[in-house]
């Protein structure tokens, strides 16, 4: 292990390894990644595959914009095959007061260029024939979101990154930072000490532990909750291919995986906040009784496994991303809330252009970390799951 | 068959070969929770009870670890594949 790098990132999910990435990109010299544990065992490994634009915000929407640019281009930029399918979202809508909020939601995405629309319940069921369409009274449709294999996505970014000079530490643990008049002076971890003069911490579930070792004086509410998802054996494939999601049934979302063509998705059910991600029959049963309200036929199809994994989630379900201003070059891209997945591309485009050319295109703004402190909470993103 | 390893299914869910496992531990992949994903071996209806042993014995064997010291994936539930409908239909809601 290096004892001296220029750049220290603290955490080996998605999100530092394409911060990672991107750094090194734009000719970042020296960059290091810890994981405490494998790449990708945080949150990244454990998420729903799902890449969305159809937000109800400027600022996701763009950045989803971007990301979905940076996930169609993936395969040839980094080399490696991440199994992105733009499948589509499909938000099943039951009253008129749901069909006037994503009529909103519709309008402002297609200021920017997503191609989201309204469709009927006949269209939806065309779009996914086994789908029980009873009380839906519309749907908003978007063919340009999609999914992808996080598994393989991980690799990608940690390849390129490797090719490009950057070091991956796994099972090397940050155990605490040493910061003198307001400078990074060193990480220390389980494996020795690194001396550093910049720290990005990307530890999403475990970031305030991480701004803690640092000393930040900066009030970032990030709290784990444990959610959890759900598998089934492959069914035929191309039948459930969009994300398909109801609000009415607790937040369910759930789609067939391109490659495997098992069942995957979740619901809204979450416990804590709390390190343990233990696997609950609570889960198992709810998650089963929604799945078959929206897909009957899915009675008979074998559930294979469940599993537990964090949204880091702050007050208004929106990550913090930036730098903080009372530690030299310490910069934070945590409290993802359960979307750091389909951000990643964006936000490591991003950070490396804040932390290389002082300034972005991408509207990190909206996620700036301090908007808690000073109560400028955001309007809260939809999440599902 | 020039290389019988192509033709040695260690994970018989998702067609794993012996092959691909052994390449990717070349590659410099050797964690099993990492081959697990990478190649969804242990991720089928059996959940690793036939391959993972296997799996560990090649890992054991390529690396020079001994098998007691790589650690199990965890233990998924439920413990065999159950219809989705028993589950629904255990379920309190309405």
Known sequence: MKSEAKTVIIGGGIIGLSIAYNLAKLGAEDVVVLEKSYLGNGSTFRCGTGIRQQFGDEANIRMMKRSVELWKGMKEELGYDVEFKQSGYLFLLYDEEELESFKANVRLQNRFGIPSRIISPDEAKMIVPPLNTEGVIAAAWNHTDGKANPFRAVFAYANAAKKLGVEIYEYTEARDIKVEDGKIRAVLTNRGEIKTGRVINAANAWAPLINKMAGIPVEIPIHPYKHQGIKTEPIKPGQIEPMVISFKHGGVYLTQEANQGGVIGGYELKYGPTYDITPTYEFLRGVSYRFTQLIPALKYVNVIRIWGGFYAETPDHNAAIGRINEVDEFYIAAGFSGHGFMLAPAVGEAVAELIMDGKTDKPLDFYDPYRFERGELRQQAIQMG | ?94
């Not at chain 2, 052994?22 to 994903?37: H, M, V």
């Open chain 2, 1 to 94: 068959m020039s290389d019988s390893k192509e033709n040695i299914i260690i994970c018989r869910c998702n067609d794993v070969t012996q092959k691909e496992i052994e390449e990717l531990i070349d590659a410099g992949i050797t964690d099993i929770e990492e081959i697990k994903r990478l190649l969804r071996v242990g991720m089928g209806p059996c959940q690793g009870r036939t391959c993972i042993p296997l799996v560990i014995g090649i890992i054991a064997r390529k690396t020079g670890r001994k098998p007691e010291d790589i650690p199990v994936p965890a233990t998924r539930i439920p413990t065999r594949p159950v219809p989705m409908g028993v589950l629904a239909g255990d379920c309190d809601e309405e």
